[in-house]
C-alpha cells in the first residue's frame, strides 16, 4: 500500500459520512405531512368568505354583459326592420310606415311583415307576451298620491313579439304635431298644476329585451323611441341607451311599484 491509499478506518469513516445523510433525507421524505382539522376548517372558512365577497360581483357583471348583448341586438333588429320597410316600399322616409292615418295596430303588422318570425298580438291574445304590464322609470323618480307608480306601460295594442322573447310596441298618433298636456305634481306626488306643450312626436316606439320579465325598468330592459315630425327616430332618453349602446353597461335604480314614496 502506498500512503496515498485509506486505511480501513479512514474507508469506514467515509462511509458513514455519506450514509447518515442518506439515511437522514429518507427518514424525511418517508414522513407524512397532514393538516390538523382546525387548519382545514380555518382554510375552508377563508375560502367561503372569499367567494361569498366576489361571486355576487361576478354574477351581476354576467348579468349585465348579457343585457347589455339583449340590447344591441334589440336596436340593431329594430333600426333594420325600419330601414327595410322604407326601402321595400320606396318610402322618403319612416313616416310612410308611422303615418297618422294608421293605427298602432296597422303599423305593427306592417313592420312585422319585415322582421323574421315575429308574432303580432291581437285583443283577446292569452299569452303572456300580449298581457299588459307597467313600466318603471329609470330612478324611482314617478309618484302618485304618496307611492311609487308605473309611468307607462306596455299594452297588447300596436304590440309584436319575436321567439327570443323580445316585445317590440308600436303607439301611433293621429296628429303631429299635437297638443299635450302635462300634469304638473309635488315631490309627493300630488298634482299640483296643469300645463299645456306642443309634441313633435309622431308615434312612440318601445322594445322590451326579455319578454315580461323584471325589472321592466327604463335603462335596464326597456327603452322608448320617438318618431319625429322630420321623419327622425330619437331615443327618449339618449342616455340611458348610450349607457348600453357605446359603454356596456346598464344603470338603474331598483324600487316595486306601490312602495311608499321616501
Known amino acids: 500500500m502506498t500512503g496515498e491509499g485509506l486505511s480501513g478506518k479512514n474507508v469506514s469513516e467515509a462511509h458513514s459520512k455519506h450514509l447518515v445523510p442518506y439515511c437522514l433525507s429518507n427518514l424525511v421524505s418517508s414522513k407524512k405531512i397532514a393538516f390538523t382539522l382546525a387548519e382545514v376548517l380555518i382554510t375552508l372558512a377563508i375560502i367561503g368568505i372569499v367567494a361569498a365577497m366576489t361571486i355576487p360581483t361576478l354574477v351581476a357583471k354576467y348579468q349585465e354583459k348579457v343585457m347589455v348583448t339583449k340590447v344591441k341586438q334589440a336596436h340593431s333588429q329594430l333600426m333594420n326592420a325600419i330601414q327595410l320597410y322604407v326601402a321595400k316600399n320606396n318610402c322618403q322616409n319612416m313616416l310612410c310606415l308611422f303615418d ?4 298602432s ?10 322582421v323574421r318570425k315575429a308574432k303580432v298580438c291581437k285583443e283577446g291574445d292569452t299569452e303572456k307576451a300580449c298581457k299588459y304590464y307597467g313600466l318603471k322609470d329609470n330612478k324611482p323618480s314617478y309618484k302618485v298620491d304618496g307611492v311609487y307608480a308605473s309611468s307607462d306601460g306596455i299594452t297588447t295594442n300596436g304590440r309584436m313579439y319575436l321567439p327570443n322573447g323580445m316585445i317590440f310596441q308600436v303607439r301611433q298618433r293621429s296628429q303631429c304635431p299635437r297638443t299635450l298636456e302635462t300634469i304638473i305634481r309635488d315631490e309627493n306626488g300630488y298634482e299640483i298644476d296643469r ?3 306642443i309634441s313633435h312626436s309622431c308615434a312612440v316606439v318601445y322594445f322590451d ?20 315630425d322630420t321623419g327622425k327616430i ?24 306601490g312602495d311608499p314614496v321616501e
Open 234 to 257: 330619437v331615443p327618449g332618453d339618449k342616455k340611458l341607451l348610450n349607457n348600453a349602446l357605446l359603454y356596456n353597461k346598464i344603470e338603474y335604480t331598483p324600487y316595486n311599484i
Open 195 to 197: 300645463i299645456e306643450q
Open 100 to 103: 297618422t292615418n294608421k293605427t
Open 105 to 114: 295596430d296597422e303599423v305593427i303588422a306592417e313592420l312585422a311583415t319585415v
Open 209 to 228: 329585451v326579455n319578454n315580461t320579465q323584471g325589472p321592466n325598468q327604463f335603462g335596464a330592459d326597456v327603452y322608448r323611441y320617438n318618431v319625429q
